[in-house]
């Protein structure tokens, strides 16, 4: 298994570009989510995807939309990209009911906007 | 701001204990979770604790939780330099299966 899997593994931008950022897991899971992390400020969640089909906003979704496109892969887009949205961005799947409540990571995309 | 605290730093000689802790504020809070994130790296989780227990221990790993005072630590026996990283912990609240992140904890271990 190779779990949760991202690409790019980092991008620049310029501001007002557009980019969309790739996920994907071979655990089966139904949740998945994706998260800013940016320094001092632990992960914040953008959007998460509990089912295929489904999509919610999380605590910062401005900027940024999603798409569930089945089980295995939820990417994230950003539409006219700006310097604030320069960040590390993880995404993660799992969070199921009990000790699946886990959720496990991708290794990230670094993508830094100019 | 946060709703998980984290001191920001530790530090700690090779061989000793250390011991990162987190307070939360959620009391309806299912599942605390504890993640190591290397330089580079993705997080991995490192060990995770229902809310009904108070102790739960993974070989060098022990994590304690006060329910009451809404603390959680976790405990690094023999620490080791691979050790070294930043530590997340991360609650699970009972609405929704949403973490809430601490601003993570990077502890350095020196030889």
């Known amino acids: 298994n190779a779990g949760v899997t991202q690409t790019p593994k980092f991008q620049v931008l310029k501001t007002g570009q557009s980019m969309t950022l790739q996920c994907a897991q071979d655990m089966n899971h139904n949740s998945m989510y994706w998260y800013r992390q940016d320094p001092g400020m632990g992960l914040r969640l953008i959007y998460y995807?509990?089912?295929?089909?489904?999509?919610d906003k999380g605590e910062v979704p401005n900027g940024y939309n999603v798409s569930r496109l089945n089980k295995r892969e939820f990417s994230l887009r950003l539409e006219s990209a700006a310097p604030s949205q320069t960040s590390v961005y993880f995404c993660?799947?799992?969070?199921?009911?009990?000790?699946?409540?886990?959720?496990?990571f991708g290794p990230g995309t670094r993508l830094l906007v100019l | 701001g946060e709703d998980v605290e984290q001191s920001l730093f530790l530090s700690v000689r090779e061989g000793d204990s250390s011991v990162i802790n987190c307070t939360y504020t959620?009391?309806?809070?299912?599942?605390l979770y504890w993640y190591k994130q290397e330089p580079g790296a993705g997080l991995q989780l490192l060990t995770y604790i229902f809310s009904n227990m108070d102790m739960k221990q993974d070989q060098r790993l022990t994590v304690l939780l006060n329910k009451k005072d809404k603390h959680l630590s976790l405990r690094i026996a023999d620490t080791q330099t691979g050790d070294s990283a930043i530590y997340f912990c991360a609650e699970l609240r009972a609405a929704g299966n949403k973490l809430t992140f601490g601003g993570g904890t990077r502890v350095l271990v020196k030889p």
């Open positions: 993660a799947s799992g969070g199921e009911g009990g000790f699946q409540e886990t959720q496990y």
């Open positions: 995807s509990a089912s295929e089909g489904t999509t």
């Open positions: 959620d009391s309806s809070s299912t599942y």
